[in-house]
């Protein structure tokens, strides 16, 4: 999602902000995209992920309903702050508490039955999402049928999903239960796929963030996840 910065001597984030994105005050956007509780304290040596000035501003989209859904959160400390902090829930052994799961994540139903990337004999008729989402979600799908898209879903790639930890590497978005893999078959990271434009107009006027837009070997044009900076 984003390009690979090693930290040198004498770096601080200010100045790669100022010199990489162009503004120093994005120093704190970029601390919590890394999922670095504390600015001052990185390593010579250590790898930051650079993502676009764009990526680390908020979401604009509007709310249709208001209030069904929260607005859009921008980086980990806002993800954490809107959707639970997943951090007290991962145990030393990089696995998730199965409490996470029972408090947040629930079954949004499918209006129409999507086959599964890993195994097109199956279907998913619903997908695991965080609660505060469900609406959202329910709403992504209603405008998918409404707008004659249902064509362009081909295959499922996964909703909610926790895989273990390993230190130092932040959550993915699917942790939280915020984003969804669409036609991976397709849209492989690293390419530019083939996601109907149609598509990403309807989740972006949402306020998803598409992974398509990332650059580089992040790009995952599969991915949307409803969170930005992070
Ligand atoms: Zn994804």
């Known amino acids: 999602m984003a390009k690979t910065y090693i930290f040198a001597a004498g770096d601080t984030l200010s100045r790669i902000a100022k010199a990489q994105l ?3 005050k994005l120093a704190a956007s ?3 995209f890394n999922g670095l509780p504390d600015a001052n304290q ?9 993502p676009s000035a764009r990526d680390l501003k908020p979401s604009t989209a509007p709310l249709p309903r208001a209030a069904a859904w929260p607005v859009a959160p921008s980086g980990f400390q806002g993800v954490r702050d809107c959707f639970g902090d997943i951090l007290q829930f991962i145990g030393a052994d990089g696995n998730i508490d199965p409490r996470w799961e029972a408090s947040r994540i629930v079954r949004q139903v499918l209006p129409f039955a999507i086959p599964l990337a890993w195994d097109t004999s199956k279907s998913a008729s619903g ?4 609660k505060l989402l469900a609406p959202l979600f329910e709403e992504v799908f209603r405008q ?4 004659g898209l249902q064509s362009a879903v081909k295959t499922y790639g996964g909703g909610y999903q926790f895989r273990a930890k390993r230190s130092g590497v932040k959550p993915s978005t699917h942790s939280w239960g915020i984003a969804i893999d669409l036609n991976p078959n397709t849209n492989a990271m690293g390419t530019a796929g083939d996601m109907d434009p149609r598509l990403v107009e309807l989740f972006e006027g949402l306020g998803f963030v598409w992974g398509g837009r990332w650059a ?3 790009k995952d044009p599969m991915h949307f996840q409803y969170c930005t900076g992070y």
């Open 42 to 50: 990185i390593m010579v040596g250590q790898a930051i992920q650079l």
């Open 22 to 24: 162009g503004d120093a």
């Open 144 to 147: 998918i049928v409404a707008r």
């Open 30 to 32: 970029l601390a919590d």
């Open 216 to 218: 580089g070997r992040g």
């Open 127 to 130: 997908i695991r999402c965080h």
